[in-house]
């Protein structure tokens, strides 16, 4: 059990590239979410998803893109990096469904720098 | 949308004594309240949580209090140690089917001082 693994750790990415963060987990957890943490701030979420096939907006989402096909993978696309973006990006999931009460694990995060 | 407010954002206490954090938030259908601790550098990790039909819960020194007609849920550390020290942030979890979503306080710095 890997719990929530995310890829890559770490990624320089010039403006204007696109890249793909991974996250993946292993738990069968419904709820699936990004958040975005920057220098000495809070978490701030920008997408989120309740099962394979739904996906929505959480408070940041401009600029990035997800999709959820399988219960297991939930990835996070920058479509064209703009240095705003430099941030460490969390990958977080849930049990979900509906019941309440239900801890939400962490990945270990993905540092993103775009110069 | 869901809005969780977190005070201090800074605390620093001598060893030995308490710290408590207080967050409000805003939207009444939230019914899950974690607290996360972040040290530097790693993860946020759950230390407690509490439950929308609880108004208490305790885990050796650490206690939660919950308070759902006022929208308010602190944070109590007892016996402070050096090992406290850390980023803490409060969350508001709203979960009814088809929505469901964690937001999070800005976070409170703890130093305790040796």
């Known amino acids: 059990n890997a719990g929530v693994t995310q890829t890559p750790k770490f990624q320089v990415l010039k403006t204007g590239q696109s890249m793909t963060l991974q996250c993946a987990q292993d738990m069968n957890h419904e709820y699936m979410s990004w958040y975005r943490q920057d220098p000495g701030m809070g978490l701030r979420l920008i997408h989120y998803s309740v099962g394979a096939g739904i996906t929505d907006q959480g408070e940041v989402p401009n600029g990035y893109n997800v999709s959820r096909s399988t219960t297991e993978d939930f990835p996070l696309r920058l479509l064209s990096a703009a240095p705003s973006q430099t941030s460490v990006y969390f990958c977080a999931s849930g049990p979900g469904g509906g019941t309440g009460g239900n801890t939400i694990y962490f990945g270990e995060g993905s540092w993103l720098t775009v110069v | 949308g869901e809005n969780v407010e977190q005070h201090p954002s800074t605390l620093s206490v001598q060893e030995g004594d308490s710290a408590v954090i207080k967050c409000t938030y805003s939207?009444?259908?939230?019914?899950?309240f974690p607290w996360y601790k972040q040290e530097l550098g790693k993860r946020p990790q759950l230390i407690i949580d509490i439950r929308s039909n609880v108004g208490e819960k305790k885990d050796q020194r650490i206690a939660v209090t919950l308070n759902k007609t006022a929208k308010h849920f602190s944070l109590h550390i007892t016996e402070t140690q050096p090992e406290d020290s850390a980023v803490y942030f409060c969350a508001a979890f709203i979960s009814n089917f088809g929505n469901e979503k964690l937001t999070f306080g800005t976070g409170t710095r703890l130093t305790i001082i040796p």
């Open positions: 939207d009444s259908a939230s019914n899950y």
